[in-house]
């Protein structure tokens, strides 16, 4: 729905006597801020068609725009070329690629690689929560904190259309080639510092904690 039929479809909703902006929005699907607007114009008395102008017409239209949007929200991961080809077999006025990007930065999306985060249930969720609220007066002082790192070697990258404030995260299976790295601390010092290649399974967890705490020990 263009612009202009937005307003008219008010206007007629308006003129029924319906002054309601929320009821307006719930039958017509057009924003509340848009409807807000035009009753200010018509009580300003002014006319709600645009005025000719003199230049050459935009090369992209609100339609196009909402179009836009609607890809975006739907497929996050879609390249801008695919953006375009969809745009284009709907209308056969769509513009440039260039200028469906440009588009998409108006209409304040960006595209950009969200967080990796690793996939916890709800379950795991809980049960880390209960743990820490079961040890939140524990004395720490004789207590190692042990932690390993990963270094992915090969991490595939992948990018999203998001809104530009917005810093999405993306819930994925990390088993990539990496290299780990693990060490400890605690009041009274530090570890050593230990990098390995295999997976970090509990015979390897048990080694490699034995000969950090021995080091620690023998200094």
């Known amino acids: 729905m263009s612009q202009l039929e937005q307003r008219k479809k008010i206007k007629i909703f308006i003129?029924?006597?319906?002054?309601?902006?929320?009821e307006i929005s719930t039958k017509t699907?057009?924003?509340?801020?848009?409807?807000?607007?035009?009753?200010?114009?018509?009580?300003?008395?002014?006319?709600?068609?645009?005025?000719?102008?003199?230049g050459r017409p935009k090369a992209i239209t609100y339609s196009h725009k909402q179009s836009i949007i609607r890809t975006l929200n739907s497929h996050s991961k879609i390249s801008i070329r695919s953006v375009h080809a969809n745009l284009s077999s709907k209308y056969a006025d769509a513009p440039s690629t260039s200028t469906v990007y440009q588009a998409t930065r108006a209409c304040g999306f960006n595209f950009k690689q969200p967080v990796m985060?690793?996939?916890?249930?709800p379950l795991i969720a809980k049960n880390r929560v209960e743990w820490c609220k079961?040890?939140?007066?524990?004395?720490?002082?004789?207590?190692?904190?042990?932690?390993?790192?990963?270094i992915w070697l090969n991490r595939g990258s992948v990018s999203m259309w998001t809104k530009a404030k917005e810093n999405p995260i993306l819930k994925v299976q990390q088993h990539t080639p990496k290299?780990?790295?693990?060490?400890?601390?605690s009041s009274m010092g530090t570890t050593i510092?230990?990098?390995?290649?295999?997976?970090?399974?509990?015979?390897?967890?048990?080694?490699?904690?034995?000969?950090?705490?021995?080091?620690?020990t023998k200094c």
């Open 29 to 54: 699907g057009i924003p509340l801020r848009t409807i807000f607007r035009i009753q200010s114009i018509l009580r300003e008395g002014k006319s709600i068609t645009y005025k000719s102008v003199s």
């Open 117 to 121: 985060g690793p996939l916890i249930t």
């Open 193 to 216: 510092l230990k990098i390995f290649t295999s997976n970090f399974v509990s015979k390897l967890f048990i080694d490699t904690l034995n000969e950090g705490i021995h080091f620690y």
């Open 179 to 185: 290299l780990h790295v693990w060490g400890g601390i």
């Open 15 to 22: 003129d029924a006597g319906i002054t309601s902006a929320k």
């Open 134 to 150: 079961d040890h939140v007066n524990y004395c720490w002082e004789n207590v190692f904190f042990t932690d390993e790192c990963s």
